[in-house]
């Protein structure tokens, strides 16, 4: 098992930055490619960014591409997500997931673990 804590979340203005982490405890947190997702009211979960187990590969959602970063300390068991330049298209409850294996990592269904999620909302 990997249980997941996402925090950083928050309200923010237009324009404004924020930080998400998403701390792992249980099985080896390196061993896993890990995500972000988020679901906006009335809207279906949607991918936002992925992460190989290394670090060493990245994957984002068009829309978020250029303004968000994705990133993980494995010493640290922590996975990050810089968001900048946030619109109030961002606002939603961010979720991160890890996966053992994982063929396609916009896929939330390939994901075994997910945290519960924490609220960006970013207002006008």
């Known amino acids: 098992q990997v249980q997941l804590v996402e925090s950083g979340g928050g309200l923010v203005q237009t324009g404004d930055s924020l930080r998400l982490s998403c701390t792992a405890s249980?099985?080896?947190?390196?061993?896993?490619?890990m995500g972000w997702f988020r679901q906006a009211p009335g809207k279906e979960r949607e991918f936002v960014a992925a992460?190989?187990?290394?670090?060493?590969?990245?994957v984002y959602e068009d829309s978020v591409k250029g303004r968000f970063t994705i990133s993980r300390d494995n010493a640290k068991n922590t996975m990050y997500l810089q968001m900048n330049s946030l619109t109030p298209e961002d606002t939603a409850v961010y979720s991160c997931?890890?996966?053992?294996?994982?063929?396609?990592?916009?896929?939330?269904?390939?994901?075994?673990?997910w945290g519960q999620g924490t609220q960006v909302t970013v207002s006008s």
């Open positions: 997931a890890a996966a053992y294996m994982v063929v396609r990592v916009t896929n939330p269904e390939e994901y075994d673990y």
């Open positions: 249980g099985r080896t947190f390196s061993n896993h490619a």
């Open positions: 992460i190989s187990w290394s670090g060493g590969s990245t």
